[in-house]
């Protein structure tokens, strides 16, 4: 006796749909993305703005990054949508080692108020970008 090919598809269908995907893949395909828009976003600033003494593009994702952030952790997103947005993709779009870096570079070279400006800059905006995730949640329940 041979089973129907609908009964292998609905037992196929069944089955995955049950079955929990490997939190290193769901991270490490929110981190593909999440790279690839990083870089998206530091080509679309710096065509706009070529020659900037100052990091905007690293501000942008942090500030992007932590808004998205605020938004799925506020809204209480399930622990997959947790992994693939909060881990995979803002953990790669968002960069602390850039920033750092960036602001370091500001002060070397004797641009003391920039490399301040850069690191207040990326804490209060990220800040308030969360801030604003709150407030839209508030007001909105996603």
């Not at 893949?25 to 600033?45: D, E, F, K, N, P």
């Not at 004797?110 to 709150?134: E, K, M, Q, T, Y």
């Amino acid at each position: 006796m041979s089973a129907s090919p609908t009964i292998v598809a609905d037992a196929l269908a069944g089955s995955l749909v049950t079955v929990d995907p490997d939190p290193a893949h769901i991270v490490g395909s929110g981190g593909a993305i999440g790279a690839l828009l990083r870089y998206w976003v530091g080509q679309q600033v710096s065509s706009r703005v070529p020659s900037s003494q100052f990091p905007l593009s690293t501000v942008a994702v942090n500030v992007i990054g932590s808004f998205a952030l605020g938004l799925v952790v506020l809204a209480g997103a399930g622990e997959s949508t947790l992994q693939l947005v909060g881990t995979g993709i803002c953990g790669s779009f968002t960069t602390f080692s850039s920033f750092s870096v960036e602001t370091v570079r500001l002060y070397e070279r004797g641009d003391r108020a920039r490399a301040i400006a850069n690191a207040a800059g990326n804490l209060v905006c990220s800040l308030a970008a969360i801030g604003l995730a709150w407030a839209l949640v508030a007001v909105t329940p996603l």
